[in-house]
């Protein structure tokens, strides 16, 4: 399982840097403007500089309106400025078949540029409450589009959590079908250390955290702690050398 870590700025991103053994991705966002919030252009750039070459930088595009063609050039904008994951929040669209439409341009957009940039397809785990599709669509809309992977995060960050939305047995499913369709699958939305043993048992490729590895928990006035992420880090790695085990005792 793959860490993704959501620096705010650069800043945040030089401490990323100090701890960057202990993280396999750095995600560009800005949480002041949403769940997925876009930055700028500019603030990739310095972050994709300030990080290691060899740990890959992602970057959201927004919790984006149903706009296929705005959407391709923001996110054309975002593997311009560097970064090699391109995440498009669908929280403007309510029928799958706009989720795809926006998700096809944002792959042309992207591929056409550069081949080997993955985009992520992310929905919500609270759709519910925004009105946007539904969680368990998100895999054959990725399929259906092109994109690499398939993504929950929440939506309204008011302390609910992902499970809180869609349960263990409900998310296990969402990974099941990421899989089958040949995606990675990307689970995130308040994730705590306490969660990694169901993430690793489901087969979770990529967690991805900002709350649990900043000071107090707090995602909006807390600062990533370098210390935090390595314990993060340690939690996962224990958590693996445990299923491997039992997978091993298992055959």
């Known amino acids: 399982m793959l860490l993704l870590i959501s620096p705010d700025s650069v800043e945040e991103a030089l401490v990323c840097a100090k701890a960057a ?18 930055n700028f252009p500019w603030v990739i750039r310095e972050i994709r500089d300030a990080v290691p070459a060899d740990k890959p930088v992602s ?10 063609g705005t959407v391709a050039q923001a996110a054309l904008g975002a593997v311009v400025s560097g970064a090699s994951y391109i995440k498009v929040g669908l929280y403007g669209c309510t029928t799958p078949e706009q989720a795809v439409d926006v998700m096809r341009g944002v792959v042309r957009a992207v591929k056409d540029h550069r081949p080997d940039a993955l985009v992520v397809a992310s929905g919500y785990a609270d759709a519910h409450r925004v009105g946007c599709v539904n969680p368990l669509a998100l895999p054959d809309i990725a399929r259906r589009a092109g994109c690499d992977a398939a993504m929950l995060d929440t939506a309204i960050k008011d302390g609910s959590r992902l499970f809180d939305h869609v349960p263990p047995d409900r998310c296990a ?29 489901i087969g979770t490729d990529i967690v991805g955290v900002r709350g649990a590895v900043c000071e107090r928990g707090d995602r909006n006035s807390g600062r990533i702690q370098p210390q935090l992420v390595a314990a993060f880090r340690a939690e996962m790695d224990r958590h693996a050398g445990e299923q491997a085990a039992a997978v091993t005792a298992a055959s």
């Open 59 to 68: 970057a959201t595009v927004g919790d984006v309106p149903y706009k296929p």
């Open 173 to 201: 499913e969402f990974v099941r079908l990421a899989h089958e369709a040949g995606l990675l699958a990307a689970l995130a939305g308040s994730v705590t250390a306490g969660d990694l043993g169901t993430l690793t048992r």
């Open 21 to 38: 053994r202990y993280l396999d991705i750095v995600d560009v966002k800005k949480p002041d403007e949403g769940s997925l919030g876009a």
